[in-house]
């Protein structure tokens, strides 16, 4: 098993920026991609980014490209989400996610771990 603690998140003016954090642990050499999907009531749970754990690709949702950050801390055991330039648009509650080698990075039913959630808003 493989246990995922989020942290980070909260309310930010357009504009603004945010860190998002995920802990992992257990079973954790077992997961290749790591990511982060966002979800608003009555949506699916979107992509948002990935990163490969072993050799750091990222790969990004067109609709954050060039705004959000993806990065890894191996020896702690983390992932991070940097959010710039946030818009109303990306108010959502934050997922992140842990998932092996098999089945694409930006699909979510891909995902075997999950963390709790935490929610962003972003006001106008």
């Known amino acids: 098993q493989v246990q995922l603690v989020e942290s980070g998140g909260g309310l930010v003016q357009a504009g603004g920026s945010l860190r998002l954090a995920c802990a992992a642990s257990?079973?954790?050499?077992?997961?290749?991609?790591r990511g982060w999907f966002r979800q608003v009531p009555g949506k699916e749970r979107e992509f948002v980014a990935a990163?490969?754990?072993?050799?750091?690709?990222?790969f990004y949702a067109d609709s954050v490209k060039g705004r959000f950050t993806i990065s890894r801390d191996n020896a702690k055991n983390t992932f991070y989400l940097q959010m710039n330039s946030l818009n109303p648009e990306d108010t959502a509650v934050y997922y992140c996610?842990?998932?092996?080698?098999?089945?694409?990075?930006?699909?979510?039913?891909?995902?075997?771990?999950w963390g709790q959630g935490t929610q962003v808003t972003v006001s106008s």
């Open positions: 996610a842990a998932k092996g080698l098999s089945g694409s990075y930006y699909q979510s039913e891909n995902y075997g771990y």
């Open positions: 257990g079973r954790t050499f077992s997961t290749y991609f």
């Open positions: 990163i490969s754990w072993r050799g750091g690709s990222t």
